[in-house]
């Protein structure tokens, strides 16, 4: 016997399970969503407590969506800090950007009418992992904010 399996073997259940994590469609059904809406959050980082665990994700019960309102900035552990400074380094920002989740509820379309749409809603894949993010003049504009 490995010294994993002992250590596992020798924790309690409730251990086991807190170390286990949930998987996405258990985090979806405990949190009334979507498996594609947590797939969408893990992809964009806004469940900085998840593990990768093969071909999916683990995901802590008590585990939350991080993200700052109103931006669709993610914020995560070491960066939360930087919430209050984030209002001035947008506004030198040549483009602020908005989630398309955020995007499609204050603009009342579906995130799929965005993205199908590029000439007017004028969406770009921003970021490190290639998160698809509309810019905040268009949001301005069409939802008149």
Not at 31 to 53: F, N
Not at 55 to 61: A, N, Q, V
């Amino acid at each position: 016997m490995s010294a994993v399996a002992a250590t596992v073997r020798a924790m309690t259940p409730e251990v086991q399970i807190v170390q286990q994590g949930l998987t996405v469609e258990e985090y979806a059904h405990e949190k009334g969503v979507t498996t594609r809406s947590v797939r969408r959050w893990l992809a964009a980082g806004e469940l900085p407590d998840a593990w990768p665990d093969g071909r999916s994700y683990r995901i802590p019960r008590h585990a939350e969506r991080v993200q700052t309102p109103g931006t669709g900035l993610v914020v995560t552990g070491q960066h939360s800090d930087a919430v209050e400074e984030l209002p001035r380094a947008l506004a030198g920002a040549p483009t602020a950007w908005v989630d398309l989740e955020t995007a499609s509820r204050l603009l009342g379309v579906t995130p799929h009418a965005i993205v199908a749409h590029p000439d007017l809603f004028e969406p770009a894949k921003v970021g490190p992992r290639g998160s698809w993010r509309v810019p905040m003049r268009v949001i301005r504009r069409d939802a008149g904010l």
